[in-house]
């Protein structure tokens, strides 16, 4: 859908019209006098590299049944959230008002500032380390980047989960163009982390979806 319509807020914050929603318990209030001027694009799958099902939405509500797929043993328990998901189709759904804090970077440091989830929107692609992505998301994460800034003028940077947790987080990966999401947004390339993946020292199958250490994880209160 075209961002010729500015989002309101409601009452309780901004959820797209655009959007599917879902909402997800697991967010938190922003710091006192946060902006929100970072959007951190991360990939997930679940079961890693199975598309479509409806594992993720239930993870971000808390409903996903950790025995319905040996995989989910890994992460059982596990508590996270992103203000958006974008599916393989392009659908846009939406867990967690942008006003809020959702739990989808962890530990993290964005150009001099740690904990990334105080002043950024985090956008899951589906999808899987290493593998590309579908046209159609491309267009809905364009979409959604000029939507998002008629909303918040303060959004001026976009950077992978790889950038902002070097060394931990491999996401969204060498599959993702980030050349292709410069063109779409007609954004000036500074406004992006870079062009290449960070895959510094990062394990392979370290993105969204697999096993976080303990300290890693953001489980702050509500
Ligand atoms: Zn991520």
């Not at 993105?207 to 976080?212: Q, T, V």
């Amino acid at each position: 859908m075209p961002p010729d319509v500015v989002a309101a807020p409601d009452a309780d914050g901004t959820w797209l019209p655009q959007a599917r929603r879902v909402p997800s318990p697991n967010h938190g209030p922003r710091p006192p006098g946060a902006t929100i001027d970072l959007l951190v694009v991360h990939s997930i799958s679940l079961p890693p590299g199975v598309y479509g099902g409806a594992a993720i939405e239930q993870l971000f509500t808390n409903t996903l049944d950790w025995d319905a797929h040996p995989y989910f043993a890994q992460i059982r328990g596990l508590a996270v959230s992103s203000h958006f998901l974008i599916r393989r189709d392009g659908e846009l759904v939406q867990f967690v008002a942008c006003e809020r804090r959702a739990w989808h970077a962890g530990r993290s440091h964005w150009r001099g500032r740690d904990n990334c989830n105080d002043f950024s929107i985090g956008v899951e692609l589906e999808g899987l380390e290493g593998d590309t992505f579908e046209p159609a998301q491309y267009l809905a994460l364009a979409d959604l980047c000029r939507t998002l800034r008629l909303r918040f003028a303060t959004l001026q940077a976009v950077a992978g989960h790889e950038h902002v947790a070097p060394g931990r987080k491999r996401d969204p990966g060498p599959g993702f163009d980030w050349a292709r999401l410069i063109t779409l947004t007609g954004w000036p390339a500074s406004a992006f982390a870079s062009t290449a993946a960070a895959q510094l020292g990062a394990p392979p199958g370290t993105g969204d979806g697999y096993p976080d250490k303990p300290e890693d994880i953001d489980r702050r209160p509500r």
